[in-house]
């Protein structure tokens, strides 16, 4: 949407008032962080009179957090944190870059708060009281300095991190935890203008919105972000391996396998991971696998399913809505698996352990006549209506019946079985 700005005086060129808006949806995490960063250097190339960014988040990494907040703090632009659509909430490290900016703005309908750290960026380990208490005694500081800073209400602050609490958009007004509401974007600039952030009096009335959208690049990671998909390339990780292991030379899979498995060691440091999870998941797969070597009438794969199953439930803090990872994907993923490695990799393992059937290693251990003498400089064998060079490392007179104990290009080596073919007939 675009407003035409004022002429500034009769004769006078237009003044065209900028302001940038960026728009937030969904987990703060690195790829946010970047993109908020870009926004605000963008913004400032402009000139722009502000930075609005439309915030709609359950909550993210606590460094990526840090790092959008210490953006705002250095922006050469006032910073606005616009919490929208109606329905929409700054939960978590939403309360925090929402008290963070110049002017923090919310949509009737919204709410904001339970800003109370649950162990995100300590790498999914479960912690200790000790720990949790540290955190916690951390975010609280924090968003009290924060809320210090911005003239906003401290005692929330430290209520939201301590007690998780949270307010709508009227009472966080109220409360002086907001600054504004605003219907939608165009009364968000009529309230904006004559306003006083980040050091200038703000003219948006009338100014051209310019939308600062995400990259391609930021686009994908913001999109991959999520526990369901971290689960994807993690099955596709395990399939991808353990089909080019099964099927040598099929390429595909192990190349699927290994891009699948880069994507998630990034999105590890995105979404931390339990340890004891993915050590429960990786215990299913080793007993599926050994189940398809050493069959146990199916022992070892119900114990995989079990510790593949319970590993799934304790991969992602459920604590968070974002890192739920829910009973129609767990349930799928176990069942989809288990039939893996039952049917695909299973039959792909006992197929190589079979003996050879067709080719020149067949003939292998058959026993067949010497149809003339055989010695260490040469002779020859009939073997499947062909006549085949052969060698020995003793004497062997014709007609004795020899055993084909390797096969070096078109040449048999042999050895006697010491009786003639009569003699054997």
Sequence with gaps: MALLAPKVAWGTQTVERRVGVARVQGTIGPATASYLARAVGEAAGQKAECLIIELDTPGGLLDSTKEIIQSFL???????VYVSPQGAWAGSAGCFITMAADVAAMAPSTSIGAAHPVGIGTGGEKQDDVMKQKLENFASSYLEAIAGKRHRNVEWAKASVRESASLTAEKALQMNVVDLIAEDMPDLLKR???REAGGRRLETAGATLVVIPMSPREKAFQMIAHPQVMLILMLVVVYGIIGELTSPGAILPGVAGVIALLLLLYLSSVLPMNVTGLALIAVGILLFTIDAFAPTHGVLTAGGV???FLGLVMLF????????LSLMWMVPATVVTALFFIFVAGAGIRAQRLPARAGAETMLG?????????????GKVFI???YWNAVSAEAIAAGQAVEIVALNGLTLTVKSMGTSKEEQS
Aim: aromatic share 6%; hydrophobic share 35%.
């Design 317 to 324: 803090d459920r604590g968070e809505p974002y890192l739920r």
């Design 384 to 386: 499947e209506g062909e």
């Design 74 to 80: 250095r922006s050469p632009v006032p910073t606005v």
């Design 366 to 378: 058959r026993v067949v006549p010497a149809v003339e003498p055989i010695d260490p400089a040469g």
């Design 192 to 194: 904006l203008d004559g």
């Design 306 to 308: 079990i510790a593949f």
